[in-house]
């Protein structure tokens, strides 16, 4: 077996030299309080903190930055209150929408190549079709199957074992749609995608990349049928089964040992808990707890489900239950399902 590429998930893909100082000059903005280095742009619900700039747009927005832990932002002058006092923080300041100006610099940055990339790598025993088109900075580990008309993107991780079947595509542009320079534009994607080992994705399957220089990601031992959509920036965990025809959308979480049933959809940045089971057809809209089986459009609540996915019959007056297929024990505490020995 050959030296494996180590990935680190809490760095992705950095923008490389680039400061707050110049941001403004690009930007055409008045930058107030310290020269910062900028190593991601974000939304402003973003995790990431170090080094990372987002944009304000409403007064709002402009309280939540306040007091949330990014240092530094793009803030359109009418989201700033009439007297700014010193917040300790960093910010670009842009007559126009920040929002748009934010995006115009993401697109210039890309095109400048001031983000990190990937070094490219195939591993060993590996089985490539000729038809395969596979970009520069890909990542690929040992013992990978990859299908006929498959196209790997740049800062793709395909890791030990993963099979991809035909038509599949890993690491395109999502449909963010933003107005950028006064025109109506996708926006250019900075990060990758990874795809844990053991994962098997059918055909004609369509993962996009990370929106903001992260992973959108695929965990160890998942399978997925035919005919699904992955958006930028989602994670779908361990050991899944997606059935066919299946979207997850952008920035959408779903945990460990989920069952999505066909045409089952997932809006935008919503959770899905562990070992959730869902009904032909569902359209999740609101965050899903652990062990809950949803179905209907809007996907609501329709009980509980074991690791095993039998059903496990708790109810308020039944707190307690055991799985009558597999014997693990569930318990009910504060309207969710967990397990207990």
Not at 95 to 122: C, I, V
Not at 177 to 183: D, L, T, Y
């Amino acid at each position: 077996m050959s030296q494996k590429v180590l990935i680190d998930w809490s760095i992705g893909f950095p923008l490389v030299g680039v400061t707050l100082k110049e941001l403004a000059k690009l930007s055409g903005g008045e930058l107030k309080g310290a020269d910062r280095e900028v190593r991601y742009l974000t939304r402003l619900g973003d995790p990431r903190s170090e080094g990372a700039i987002t944009y304000v747009t409403s007064p709002g927005y402009w309280e939540e930055f306040l007091r949330g832990s990014k240092d530094c932002a793009i803030v359109s002058r009418a989201a700033l209150p009439s007297s700014p006092v010193d917040t300790g923080k960093s910010y670009i300041v842009t007559p126009g929408n920040a929002e748009a100006d934010f995006f115009a610099l993401q697109e210039t940055l890309f095109h400048q190549s001031r983000y990190s990339k990937l070094s490219p790598r195939m591993g060993v025993g590996c089985m490539i079709h000729p038809t395969v088109a596979i970009s520069g900075g890909v990542v690929i580990e040992d013992n990978v199957r990859i299908d006929a008309h498959c196209t790997i993107y740049p800062n793709s991780v395909l890791e030990e074992g993963v099979w991809l079947k035909a038509g599949t595509v890993i690491g395109g542009d999502g449909l963010e749609v933003k107005s950028i320079a006064g025109r109506r534009k996708k926006v250019v994607h900075t990060g990758g995608v990874f795809v844990g080992r053991g994962v098997e994705l059918g055909s004609l399957i369509s993962v996009d990349s990370d929106l903001f220089g992260g992973f959108t990601s695929i965990g160890e031992g998942t399978m997925i049928d035919d005919s699904v959509h992955i958006a930028h920036s989602a994670s779908v965990g361990k050991d899944c089964s997606i059935t066919a025809c299946v979207d997850i959308g952008g920035m959408a979480r779903v945990g460990n040992g989920v069952w999505l049933a066909p045409r089952t959809a997932i809006l935008n940045q919503i959770v899905v808990g562990d070992h959730v089971l869902s009904g032909i057809g569902s359209v999740i809209m609101r965050d899903v707890p652990n062990h809950a089986f949803v179905m209907g459009y809007p996907a609501k609540s329709l009980g509980w489900v074991c690791t095993c996915r039998a059903k496990v019959g708790l109810t308020p007056e039944t707190p307690k239950a055991t799985c009558e297929k597999c014997g693990r024990c569930y318990q009910l505490i504060d309207g969710k399902c967990q397990p207990f020995t």
